[in-house]
């Protein structure tokens, strides 16, 4: 019933950058706070940035920030990631979550999108 739709992936080289873009339904991106997680192989997926629904606040995993930036737009539930500066450790599959959905282990995930940084 839920959907949450990634894209925006691909192969880039280290330094470079991309924008991420998740396509919410309505029901999981009015929730207080909408976040991006990622995933590498053989890796517990993990936090990577939140944004509240209200006021906009903005939270980074100490691995991305000053190079990753979350922002989102109500209107049309959408929910984005700027990444820039990118490095090699920041490969993984990303998805977009809301995080109290996220704790739970019958948490909803889409299909992410496949990030690569390789030279």
């Known amino acids: 019933q839920v959907q949450l739709v990634e894209s925006g992936g691909g192969l880039v080289q280290p330094g470079g950058s991309l924008r991420l873009s998740c396509a919410a339904s309505g029901s999981i991106f009015m929730l207080p706070v909408m976040g991006w997680y990622r995933q590498a192989p053989g890796k517990q997926r993990e936090f990577v940035a939140t944004i509240t629904t209200v006021g906009g606040r903005t939270n980074y995993a100490d691995s991305v920030k000053g190079r990753f930036t979350i922002s989102r737009d109500n209107a049309r539930n959408m929910l984005y990631l700027q990444m820039n500066s990118l490095k090699p450790d920041d490969s993984a599959v990303y998805y977009c979550?809301?995080?109290?959905?996220?704790?739970?282990?019958?948490?909803?995930w889409g299909q992410g999108t496949q990030v690569t940084v390789s030279s």
């Open positions: 979550n809301s995080p109290t959905a996220a704790a739970s282990k019958f948490a909803y």
